[in-house]
């Protein structure tokens, strides 16, 4: 079945990179795209990035300088790097399919992370 | 980018009433290629991650329970959720993928 995890880092200090990882199964990354999705204690949904099927990435205009976005297709997993973590950064960070290139079918458990001061 | 205005943020109900959450975009979602619009809604649950109940506008996902309606076409959309029950409770998000994503701000669903 189709499946996502994210894995990382749950503390981070400001002004560091934070660096996530999604693994997934049930699925070919060359198959589907995958997108980042943000949400802050408490807040609503922010969508990030996307690795498109073919390995082309687009991001939120927001994010685009601090974002990047890359995948191993052998392993299964897709990757983002956020430079410059500021502490309304702290939310909690899941990875997601796209299905049709249109809507979010299947997501992750997410991971949360705390950007400290 | 295209702004998602969801009303109301939180709504308190009884088990077996119906209730109605709307959801507005800053510009057509509607393509005029197939006609479709290009709405989403999730559900979250506490401590969950988003569940998608509905895709273009109208289309309930793979096992979603037909109390959830999706309707609504060009820029004003409604969720309606007939004769909720306990296990409805949660938040609701709109989405547009119309052009890339964006989500309205969500509105909580609360026992009354």
């Known amino acids: 079945q189709v499946q996502l995890k994210e894995s990382g880092p749950v503390l981070v200090q400001a002004s560091e990179t934070l660096s996530l990882t999604c693994t997934v199964s049930?699925?070919?990354?060359?198959?589907?795209?995958v997108i980042w999705v943000r949400q802050p204690p408490g807040k609503g949904l922010e969508w990030m990035g996307i690795?498109?099927?073919?390995?082309?990435?687009d991001y939120n205009s927001a994010l685009k300088s601090r974002l990047s976005i890359n995948r191993d297709t052998s392993k299964s997993q897709v990757f983002l790097k956020m430079n410059s973590l500021q502490t309304d950064d702290t939310a909690i960070y899941y990875c997601t399919r796209v299905y049709w290139e249109l809507f979010f079918d299947y997501w992750g458990q997410g991971v949360m992370v705390t950007v400290s001061s | 980018d295209i702004v998602m205005t969801q009303s109301p943020s939180s709504l308190a109900v009884s088990a077996g009433e119906t209730v109605t959450i709307n959801c507005k975009s800053s510009?057509?979602?509607?393509?005029?290629?197939?006609?479709?619009?290009?709405l989403a809604w999730y559900q979250q649950k506490p401590g969950q991650s988003p569940k998608l109940l509905i895709y273009?506008?109208?289309t309930r996902e793979s096992g979603v329970p037909d109390r959830f309606i999706g309707s609504g076409s060009g820029t004003d959309f409604t969720l309606t959720i007939s004769s909720v029950q306990a296990e409805d409770l949660a938040d609701y998000y709109c989405?547009?993928?119309?052009?890339?994503?964006?989500f309205g701000g969500g509105t909580k669903l609360e026992l009354k």
């Open positions: 989405q547009q993928h119309y052009s890339y994503w964006t």
């Open positions: 510009q057509s979602l509607l393509s005029s290629g197939n006609q479709k619009n290009y």
């Open positions: 690795i498109w099927r073919n390995g082309n990435t």
């Open positions: 273009l506008a109208s």
């Open positions: 049930g699925f070919s990354l060359t198959n589907y795209g």
